[in-house]
């Protein structure tokens, strides 16, 4: 009799700790999709992209991005970027590279910007008398900005903090910008 109820205690036992088990990892699993499902509500994708087309000139540009929004006043993201520009029978460059930006929100209207950006440039110059000549380098741009925001939509103006004219992708250190964030 006495072995009959150790038996049953033991499996008891067995069971309690296989179902205690089960029900904890299934406990966890279920946290672990919350806590993702979280993470994403927080997630905002937007970028840039642009199209200037004229005679002889195509200018093509696609820069995704994406942000996490830390609190209503502070984000961080980082992106993508590429670029292909190119003057018939003059000049071609390819651009790419990636961002990291920091977004504050002190009020609900302003929205200031720390923004780092690296690109590699690959440009391509024609000339009749001087042949091709190639200029390839990287650029740094460390920008920071500010721009008045209507919920998802900024626009503003940024400064490069490391603008050099002679070996540089933009024409101004001063730039305009509109970001747009779904």
Avoid: C, H
């Avoid at 005679?55 to 993201?77: E, K, R, S, W």
């Avoid at 650029?139 to 903090?161: C, D, I, K, S």
Wanted: hydrophobic share 45%; charged share 15%; net charge positive.
């Amino acid at each position: 009799m006495r072995s009959i109820s150790v038996k049953i205690v033991i499996k008891t036992f067995l069971l309690v700790l296989v179902f205690g088990i089960f029900s904890k990892i299934y406990g966890q699993t279920d946290l672990a999709v919350k806590q993702k499902s979280n993470f994403w509500k927080q997630v905002q994708f937007g970028g840039g992209f642009g199209l200037n087309i004229g005679t002889g000139f195509t200018d093509v540009t696609l820069a995704p991005n994406a942000i996490y929004n830390l609190n209503q006043y502070l984000a961080l993201g980082a992106g993508l970027q590429g670029s292909i520009v190119s003057q018939k029978d003059y000049y071609s460059s390819a651009i790419y590279g990636v961002n990291t930006i920091v977004l504050i929100n002190p009020v609900e209207e302003v929205q200031l910007s720390i923004e780092l950006e690296q690109v590699r440039v690959n440009n391509t110059f024609r000339n009749p008398t001087t042949g091709i000549v190639k200029d390839n380098f990287w650029n740094t741009g460390l920008f920071v900005g500010g721009g008045y925001r209507m919920e998802n939509v900024t626009m503003g103006m940024r400064y490069n903090l490391l603008f050099n004219k002679d070996k540089n992708v933009y024409a101004d250190a001063m730039m305009p910008f509109i970001r747009v964030y779904f």
